[in-house]
């Protein structure tokens, strides 16, 4: 992976500073605005259609066919200078092509690194593949800077043809000997793509929103400073191959001179000076060059402005940036990232350009007057960072709040200006268990090492929970040093902190597991040596070598022999990392044990290793409520893949029905395009409370996912399917209260007690299977409208106060329109009614069905209890005209209808 990065922006620096070269030699400056322009709106229509095609075809032949294309595109380029044969189009055609292939071959590698590595070692290595990236663009750009004047530029373009050719043998290779090894279940779940549109999170939260602002504005500087940077460049080297030279030098200076920043200076300025002062550093020094510039209008400035961007971007303003961005939840930073990185900087990019033609084109200004745009732009950005950095403090203080103890009330504290470093230090020192685990696992977002002094003092905390946390927290921080209280830590008797220090000396053994496996594998201490079997399960997944080495399926088949020590949680969940069919019974077997902490690492262990033999096993475990929320989750980690085959149960009624009706909530874990789509598959099955159970999962990912999108028309379809059952429940329920109204009239001697309590019991069911009926409705408006404003309404319908349910129906009158209008608001105007008053009972005596038309209607409707409590009032009533609707159910597959059918009959007919 180091070597295919390595690769990839080794020919970007080649290209890069070829092409640009071509294209101002040729076209100048002027048109660089037209260039900005084109890159935006073809970078933002290709993000588009591509996350489409990822969402088709193998990522695999993706690849391939990227690499393909850009080989032929550098061949054909090469050809063409070669010959002689360029003109504007292809010159703005090629510098289009480089802009996209410099997005999408960075996103298909990170694509590409997520389905090979585990989070694990993800952790781990990417930092290392990272390198292989910025060690790259070193060596593209300056062998260009070398070859470019001796050989010409087409004779680079083939070089980085040449270069992308060896990208192939690493990818199949790659493939071969960790993708291939993958199950579907675990490729699928490794390439996770953002479902919705980011824009609506990005617009609701004030913190995300200024730091996309920020992004903006500070790309259109950095766009603005290209320009004067190329403009100034072409008008000082005429020669397109000295001018290539000149460019791939000073691209690949950039990137070395960035990197020394990024190792010696980022974390101690940003250490001492806070993230603040960080930000405003790349402002303030292309702020301070473009002064420079108007006094010293010459190449050397504009070099030392296009310096500060291309130097502190990458090291300074980037981790200030990362951290600046800690307080928002890890997956809102997932799904907003590429849209900021991608759609906004394309914005940026194409408003660039269409400042250019404006100020240069337009009014024929000229580089003193974009050097004062410059000036007014990076002004705007200092208040944005200004801006962005209180939206910090505020989103800080209530992460804090929100896990510290609810009895707490901090909320009107004033939010104190202090640097983000001391309010983390702060935590650190002071803070309770629940915010010290907060701010730990924020850390491990991003790793920084100032903090590895205050995690260390950590380890001696009295919460297990919290030492744990920091020692998965140490080796990111500090890599060089080891903690020495290592046999203190493994010795505590804790699972979970001794799994994290095991970890921690993994890391630190980097490719040299074995010194660790050879120590503790053997070790005296059984749960230090059931740790180190799970840990050597965990690293030789997908490692054939290290699994060989040490013997990994003897050991588990020796551990499983032994009768002492017992099995315990980390052996079995040694078998679900381990990946060997053979041993997956124990697992099948503790998923029945009635050991709950057993049954609960079993549930874990089926989890890791989404073999498809444990999730009918898994789903029948979801009724039982203790243990609910593990198998959710270990079904959900078998990725979306699942879904089809959850829906096909669902559906054939391949599990009993108690099943089928968790279903819901384990397509609502996924929160994603795909578990919608399956919801949507559910809604149609004929029991009732299966519906109810799809319908809060859906508005539960709304609720979540508020970008994800809806078939509004499939939505109205099923709020009209929705009010025809209820108007005829409803219907039923009317026939039962006048009944039952005029059973009240009557003396009490000609009613039996049974036939009442039985009437009543039918009537409390109706009014259950109503407000049911009533919330998949509302439900289903919050899916279509404004979600919190339909909940306020469905409340409000709810509320003992006429006065709500007054406001709320007229609320709804404005909400709603059309048909939907006509059909929803009789139906919610009844439902606000009080039956229990005369007067509405009056109200509803007119068209409402016979009692034989009301039974017919119930036993029609798929819900067992239902038809259970309409045979048993129906028995009794002892009344003979009913007695055909009983015989209907006296051969019935279920058995308890027609045990109660047939009962129903003898009560009307007693022998």
Known sequence: MFCYIFLIISVLLIIKPT??????????????????????????????????ILNKFELNHIIKTTLTTSIIVLIALGSLLKIGLMNTYLL?????WVAIYAVLSASQFWVLANLVFNVRDAKRLFGFIGSGAILGGIFGGYLTSILAPLFGNEIMIFIAAL???????LLRFIWKLRVNKLDEFKQKKRISLTDGHPYKLIKKSRHLTYMALTVAVGVLVAKLVDYLFSDFAAKSIADPEELTSFLAFWFSTFNLLSLGVQLLLTHRIVGIWGVGFSLLLLPLGILLGSVFFLILPELSAIVAIKAMDGILKQSINKSASELLALPLPFELKNRTKSFIDVVVDSIATGFAGLLLIFFVNGL????????????????????????????YYITFKKNLENVSDKTTHVSNTKVKNVSVVEGMRNVFSNGTEEQLLFMLNKLMEINDRRFSKDVLRLL????LKVKAAAMRNLFFLDKT????????LLGCGDEEL????????LLHADQHEEYVFDQFLDADDPLIRDTALYCLARESAGNHTLKARYDLEGRLGKRLSQNEPSINPLVLKSIGAAGYAQFYPVILENLKEKDEVLKQAAIIAAGISMH???????????????????????????????????????????????ICRFVPLVCRSFMSKEAVHSLFQLFDDVDLSIRLEVVRALSDIRKERPTLRFNRFKIVSKIFEECKLYHQTLSAMHTQIIISYRNRKKSGAHIDSEERDARASLLELLEKRLDSGLERIFKLLGLKYVQEDVQNAYLGLLSPKEESRIKAIEFLDNLLTGNLKQKLLPIIEEAAMDFSSEEAIQKIKHNIPSEMECFEQLLQVPDVNLKLAVIYLIGKQKDSRFKPLLERFVADNNQKLKDFALKALDDINPS
Request: aromatic residues 12%.
């Open 92 to 96: 703005f055609f090629f510098y289009i």
């Open 481 to 488: 040093t080891m903690v020495v209280n290592i046999n203190e």
């Open 612 to 658: 498809p033999m444990f999730i009918d096993t898994l789903l029948h475990l979801l009724p039982q409520k203790a243990t609910r929320p593990l198998v959710v989750e270990a079904l959900n980690n078998y990725g979306p893949r699942i879904l089809p085959l959850l829906v096909s149960h669902v559906k054939n009624r391949s599990v009993n029905l108690e």
């Open 460 to 463: 001696n905390h009295p919460s």
């Open 19 to 52: 092409i640009n070269a071509l294209f101002l030699s040729e076209l100048g400056a002027e048109k660089l605005s037209i260039a900005y322009l084109l890159v935006a709106f073809t970078a933002v229509g290709s993000s588009f259609f591509y996350t489409r």
């Open 163 to 169: 270069l992308l050719l060896g990208c192939f043998p």
């Open 498 to 505: 001794t799994l994290a220090t095991f970890e921690y000396l």
């Open 364 to 391: 024929d200004l000229g580089t003193m007057s974009i050097t004062l745009l410059i000036i007014g732009l990076v002004l705007v950005w200092i208040l944005f960072v200004g801006v962005l950095r209180k939206e």
